[in-house]
């Protein structure tokens, strides 16, 4: 799903979605386009999942303040990353950034919490290094810092306090040790 305010956008998008068959002549393809018209089905199960949208939006807002508490002594090693004024974050993931006085690399931070039977995630990595869109002359340093620092906690909206808590402490624990 989609939703904008921008009408040329919309238009463009609405074009896109149906393989970009002009809307003057039918089955004339005005460039490539694709198929991204939504299923019944799925249209269903996205309806059926909107029911519930305020209960895990809530859920996961509840379970970003448990980490912030939780983790809140530890500045020396990680920063969460920052919900901007004037807008609500839906906390679809929970990310930190270690900080550079934490001489574990991501990775090994990510494997020791997995050997812990903790599930973690890397930070996204930037597009420019990936190879669709691979720029040797792009340079984003602090895009490439983030993603070599940043590791996404679990962020399930039916995690509980108890949860949290031994991920928290599994992690300080991970950090700590050598």
Sequence with gaps: MITTNDRDLYERMKLLKTQAVSPEKKYWHVE??????????????????L?????????????????????????DYLRFQEEPKNYKSVYWMNNVILKDTVLKERDTVIEDMENMGIEMRVVFYPLHIM?????KKA??????????????????????????????????QCLERD
Aim: glycine letters at 8%.
């Design 32 to 49: 490539v386009g694709y198929n991204y018209r939504m299923t019944n089905m799925q249209a269903a199960v996205g309806l059926g999942q």
């Design 51 to 75: 029911e519930n949208i305020d209960w895990h939006l809530e859920q996961r807002r509840k379970i970003a303040d448990l980490y912030k508490k939780y983790l809140s002594g530890y500045n």
């Design 131 to 135: 190879p669709p869109y691979y720029n």
């Design 139 to 172: 340079v984003f340093p602090v895009a490439e810092k983030l993603a070599a620092r940043g590791i996404s906690l679990p962020s399930h909206a039916g995690l509980q306090k108890e949860d949290v808590k031994y991920i928290c402490d599994s992690l300080v």
